[in-house]
Nanobody
Framework: QVQLQESGPGLGKPAQTLSLTCTVSVGSITTKRWSWSRQPPGKGLEWMGVIAYDGYAYYGPSPKRHTSISRDDAKNTGYLQMNDLKPGDTAVYYC??????????????WGQGTQVTVSS
């Protein structure tokens, strides 16, 4: 069973940097792209950005100013880094991945989400 798992510190302070990791539970895959979204309390899902297989990252309008998405293909892992945290970054963060299987087939998966709270 394929699972994505987000991990990282659940609490950050304003102006700090916070990094989240997303890992895949299976091998024999190629990750086509990683994407990150978040859902602030009481609001809808907000797409943050995606990194393609060629390493180019594309970002949504918010919070583009202090977000960086990267990947490590050797580890089949995706990363989200946010600098200069603000209380408005408090949200549940989700990763998603488009996986290509060596045996054939290409499918998209979502993680269950991880809570990040920014507070002094």
């Amino acid at each position: 069973q394929v699972q994505l798992q987000e991990s990282g510190p659940g609490l950050g302070k304003p102006a700090q940097t916070l990094s989240l990791t997303c890992t895949v539970s299976v091998g024999s895959i190629t990750t086509k792209r990683w994407s990150w979204s978040r859902q602030p309390p009481g609001k809808g899902l907000e797409w943050m950005g995606v990194i393609a297989y060629d390493g180019y990252a594309y970002y949504g309008p918010s919070p583009k100013r202090h977000t960086s998405i990267s990947r490590d293909d050797a580890k089949n892992t995706g990363y989200l880094q946010m600098n200069d945290l603000k209380p408005g970054d408090t949200a549940v963060y989700y990763c998603a991945a488009r996986l290509g299987f060596y045996r054939g087939g290409e499918y998209s998966y979502w993680g269950q989400g991880t809570q990040v709270t920014v507070s002094s």
